[in-house]
């Protein structure tokens, strides 16, 4: 069994919460006993998570190995410049090694079947932001957000759109629909 979730912001990506303040959590999401997240999105990251009840499947979905893409939208603050695209194209130096080459291109504006965010990006007249689509092909903690900013460019919101296959296709914020497992190598 594979699930698809579409993970609001400011949930955790785990069933329990053992912090001084407690934060909402997956199980407030009526999941089938004993699934798992395979993969993590950070607690302000919002998008596709998949959870299964399989540990060999969960593993073949996000071996680093298999190199895997996974697709984000990203609201960056700034303009992206020529310079800062490339560098993302070609691997970004951050504190635990070089990143893999990332495809990225630059979006007019967000996609229309994006939802609004709640709480609302903070909007700042005289900063402009912009949107990326953002492909990446490896997992590092917080990656997509170290990378925009050491080329300048701070992610304000980050959506995750695709992985192993799957997409999100119309699942809203909260919502869950059991997929079928993508063919993996």
Known sequence: MLIAFNKPFNVLCQFTDRSATPRRTLAEFGFPP???PAGRLDFDSEGLLLLTADGALAHRLTDPRCKRPKTYLVQ?????????????????ELRDGVTR???????????AWLWPREPPVRFRKTVPDAWLELVITE???????????AVGLPTLRLVRTQTAGLALDGLAPGAQRRVPEPPLA
């Open 76 to 92: 960056v603050e700034g303009v992206p410049t020529a310079s800062a695209l490339a560098r993302l194209r070609s691997g970004v």
């Open 139 to 149: 997992g590092r903690n917080r990656q997509v957000r170290r990378m925009t900013a």
């Open 101 to 111: 080459p990332a495809r990225v291109r630059t979006l007019d504006a967000p996609p």
């Open 34 to 36: 004993r699934v798992y």
